[in-house]
T-cell receptor, first 110, second 114 residues
Framework: DQQVKQNSPSLSVQEGRISILNCDYT??????FLWYKKYPAEGPTFLISISSIKDKNEDGRFTVFLNKSAKHLSLHIVPSQPGDSAVYFCAASVNNDMRFGAGTRLTVKP | DVKVTQSSRYLVKRTGEKVFLECVQDMDHENMFWYRQDPGLGLRLIYFSYDVKMKEKGDIPEGYSVSREKKERFSLILESASTNQTSMYLC?????????????FGSGTQLSVL
């Protein structure tokens, strides 16, 4: 059973526009959420995280929003740049259990 | 910067072979992990380790074993490789004893079992 779901396998946006990547989870016990970015031929790298006691965390062009009642989080990238083209994984964690989504491939067109 | 190094980028093995995937991290991290990445399934945890000689099963440990004899090195062993173990294998490490710490990943090993 996949406790973390990214229902959009791919997303294409124009450079300068906003990219919104979505993630849903089923386990209400998750208390920490992370986003990782993965370029081809490289391992995933940490991007941004949020604790369940917050509903928003911002780091430069990247903002993560958490809606606990809906068990939903999203990653906003504003403005999107061609270098942001990558696969984005969301992850949810509680204690010794970190689960990953299937990933969303973002393509930012010049 | 933390560096997590996986010994092979690509590996081709035959069914029934014993396969060793090696991973080394250089930042004195306590925690180390092995994941496999398959299309549509994301990253699934195979095994993890909190300390030398300690190991814990993840979601899909069947057909795999691990070894952690030194803090910096975590090995994944496929006792008898099968075609359904063809996958991208990712090693990761993190500091501390809290699992929520962000992970640092290696570049991955693409294993093909023929």
């Amino acid at each position: 059973d996949q406790q973390v779901k990214q229902n959009s396998p791919s997303l294409s946006v124009q450079e300068g526009r906003i990219s919104i990547l979505n993630c849903d989870y089923t386990n209400s016990m998750f208390d920490y959420f992370l986003w990782y970015k993965k370029y081809p031929a490289e391992g995933p790298t940490f991007l941004i995280s949020i604790s369940s006691i917050k509903d928003k965390n911002e780091d430069g062009r990247f903002t993560v929003f958490l809606n606990k009642s809906a068990k939903h989080l999203s990653l906003h990238i504003v403005p999107s740049q061609p270098g942001d083209s990558a696969v984005y994984f969301c992850a949810a964690s509680v204690n010794n259990d970190m689960r990953f989504g299937a990933g969303t491939r973002l393509t930012v067109k010049p | 910067d933390v560096k997590v190094t996986q010994s092979s980028r690509y590996l081709v093995k035959r069914t029934g072979e014993k396969v060793f995937l090696e991973c080394v991290q250089d930042m004195d991290h306590e925690n180390m992990f092995w994941y496999r990445q398959d299309p549509g399934l994301g990253l699934r945890l195979i095994y993890f380790s909190y300390d030398v000689k300690m190991k814990e099963k993840g979601d899909i440990p069947e057909g795999y074993s691990v070894s952690r004899e030194k803090k910096e090195r975590f090995s994944l062993i496929l006792e008898s490789a099968s075609t359904n173990q063809t996958s991208m294998y990712l090693c990761a490490s993190s500091r501390g004893v809290i699992f929520n710490e962000k992970l640092f990943f290696g570049s991955g090993t693409q294993l093909s079992v023929l």
